[in-house]
T-cell receptor, first 112, second 112 residues
Framework: AQSVSQHNHHVILSEAASLELGCNYSYGGTVNLFWYVQYPGQHLQLLLKYFSGDPLVKGIKGFEAEFIKSKFSFNLRKPSVQWSDTAEYFCAEKAAGNKLTFGGGTRVLVKP | NAGVTQTPKFRILKIGQSMTLQCTQDMNHNYMYWYRQDPGMGLKLIYYSVGAGITDKGEVPNGYNVSRSTTEDFPLRLELAAPSQTSVYFC???????????FGPGTRLLVL
């Protein structure tokens, strides 16, 4: 069965610090990979996605992610976080079929 | 264009009661999904549908039922509510040629 692992459940950092959230997926074939964000009290929104091509993907709000096939990883990064980046972040993969498999999520708290 | 809407936003049920969570999308999307979100567990797929009249089980379907009589609506039914069904429920949809899922605002359910 497909699985997605997010290694950090909680991350606390200060404004202007750099952020990197780990994500590993299990499917060995062609995958579509996503990062979704859920701001407090809101629904999930797409941050960025990777289907093919350049393994460095840029998304909204200054986020980027790098697809490394040899490591089965799709880590999310932001060079300098803001208080408004406080949210829960979910990595997801779509392998065969019409379904997404989500990781457990990482809660990020940015202290002002 | 409202996107994906869900009602109610919050509900308290007693054990053994039944209820229907409503989900409607106005984007003419073929695919619709129901997830539940539990702390630290990410999102788990309950049921999904690839079009009107077609539904299929996801990862955690026990205790739930769905129907898809129209393209727009995808209600989720709880017949005998149990405390284990306390969760936040999200509905999502996507188009035939899209991979990105669009999420509703969620329904928070508490079963006591």
């Amino acid at each position: 069965a497909q699985s997605v692992s997010q290694h950090n459940h909680h991350v606390i950092l200060s404004e202007a610090a750099s952020l990197e959230l780990g994500c590993n997926y299990s499917y060995g074939g062609t995958v579509n990979l996503f990062w979704y964000v859920q701001y407090p009290g809101q629904h999930l929104q797409l941050l960025l996605k990777y289907f093919s091509g350049d393994p460095l993907v840029k998304g909204i709000k200054g986020f980027e992610a790098e697809f490394i096939k040899s490591k089965f990883s799709f880590n999310l990064r932001k060079p300098s976080v803001q208080w408004s980046d406080t949210a829960e972040y979910f990595c997801a993969e779509k392998a065969a079929g019409n379904k997404l498999t989500f990781g457990g999520g990482t809660r990020v708290l940015v202290k002002p | 264009n409202a996107g994906v809407t869900q009602t109610p936003k919050f509900r308290i049920l007693k054990i053994g009661q039944s209820m229907t969570l409503q989900c409607t999308q106005d984007m003419n999307h073929n695919y619709m999904y129901w997830y539940r979100q539990d702390p630290g567990m990410g999102l788990k797929l309950i049921y999904y549908s690839v079009g009107a009249g077609i539904t299929d089980k996801g990862e955690v379907p026990n205790g739930y039922n769905v129907s898809r009589s129209t393209t727009e609506d995808f209600p989720l039914r709880l017949e005998l509510a149990a405390p284990s069904q306390t969760s936040v429920y999200f509905c999502a949809s996507r188009g035939q040629t899209q991979e990105t899922q669009y999420f509703g605002p969620g329904t928070r359910l508490l079963v006591l």
